[in-house]
């Protein structure tokens, strides 16, 4: 069962441009919404992330618009750069104490994003 | 400081086999896991600790052990390699494993299974 789904699977955007990735969730007892950025040979690291009780995160570039009643958020990166070229993750964490999502971070399947210059 | 280590990068397995991949972290974290990353699947818990001593099973448990007597090392332990276990395996730990706290990951091992 996957509890939280990112869309799309790709993106191709041209320098300058702006990316959105996609995420839904199901558990409506997630409390924290992190997305983490990954290149080719490394780890993920966390990028941005945010609480429920917020509609929007700015950090430089990178923007979380979350959608409580809608379970969605997504991640948009303006003025986008070859350099952000990387698989993108939506994770959520939380979920009721003695379930099994509690304390543990869930991810989407990922995004592969590449930026042409 | 080094963050979270793993050994080896690489390894290759036969069917049947048993090996154990190495995680260490510098940073005095009490929250350890493991995850799996598959094409198309992100990345899957397998099991975690929330200090040493403590460890409980994520999403994809099975073929797999750890244990954690040290703050520092979570070792993942392959008990009878199958071609299913072919992933990258990373480690990561944070200061407690809250949702704020960020967690850390290493730079992964390759693992194949023939």
């Known amino acids: 069962q996957q509890q939280v789904k990112q869309s799309p699977q790709s993106l191709i955007v041209q320098k300058g441009g702006i990316s959105i990735i996609n995420c839904a969730y199901e558990n409506t007892a997630f409390d924290y919404f992190p997305w983490y950025q990954q290149f080719p040979g490394k780890g993920p690291a966390l990028l941005i992330a945010i609480r429920p009780d917020v509609s929007e995160k700015k950090e430089g570039r990178f923007t979380i618009s979350f959608n409580k009643s809608a379970k969605q958020f997504s991640l948009h990166i303006m003025d986008s750069q070859p350099g952000d070229s990387a698989t993108y993750f939506c994770?959520?964490?939380?979920?009721?104490?003695?379930?099994?999502?509690?304390?543990?971070?869930?991810f989407g399947q990922g995004t592969i994003l590449t930026v042409h210059p | 400081n080094a963050g979270v280590t793993q050994t080896p990068k690489f390894q290759v397995l036969k069917t049947g086999q048993s090996m154990t991949l190495q995680c260490a972290q510098d940073?005095?974290?009490?929250?350890m896991s493991w995850y799996r990353q598959d094409p198309g699947m992100g990345l899957r818990l397998i099991h975690y600790s929330v200090g040493a001593g403590i460890t409980d099973q994520g999403e994809v448990p099975n073929g797999y052990n750890v244990s954690r007597s040290t703050t520092e090392d979570f070792p993942l332990r392959l008990l009878s390699a199958a071609p299913s276990q072919t992933s990258v395996y990373f480690c990561a730990s944070a200061r407690y494993g809250t949702s704020t706290d960020t967690q850390y990951f290493g730079p992964g091992t390759r693992l194949t299974v023939l």
């Open positions: 940073m005095n974290h009490e929250y």
């Open positions: 994770a959520a964490f939380g979920g009721n104490a003695g379930g099994t999502s509690y304390g543990k971070l869930t």
